[in-house]
């Protein structure tokens, strides 16, 4: 199973981005998607999840400005990003847990390659 992330880049603060993350590979279903956070020196963080029945959830720095989706059909999550800060500036990392084995139903966790955003004030 392989993760590609994209829609990193440069934006100035108060500006908009969207951030995407497919699956390829050998997949029986995905279950929750998330995106994380990465900035040199620090602790990767949880930025939004959502799960398998569509229900996101986001950390209380992003509330209200990230949103997360996801497009089963694609094996597919975005992350739209309004009002971005210079706070955001980070590495950004989409992370599934991918079911497969069609014989058990255990999640594996996958890591997409990280996509950098980078916020000017």
């Known amino acids: 199973v392989q993760l590609q992330a994209s829609g990193g880049g440069l934006v100035q603060a108060g500006g908009s981005l969207r951030l995407s993350c497919a699956a390829s590979g050998k997949i029986v279903s995905i279950n929750a998607m998330g995106w994380y956070r990465q900035v040199s020196g620090k602790e990767r963080e949880l930025v939004a999840v959502?799960?398998?029945?569509?229900?996101?959830n986001y950390s209380e720095s992003v509330k209200g400005r990230f949103t997360i989706s996801r497009d089963d059909a694609k094996r597919s999550v975005y992350l739209h990003m309004d009002s971005l800060k210079p706070e955001d500036a980070a590495v950004y990392y989409c992370q599934f847990g991918v079911r497969t084995n069609l014989f058990r139903k255990d999640n594996n966790d996958y890591w997409g390659q990280g996509t950098l955003v980078t916020v000017s004030s």
């Open positions: 959502i799960n398998s029945s569509g229900t996101p």
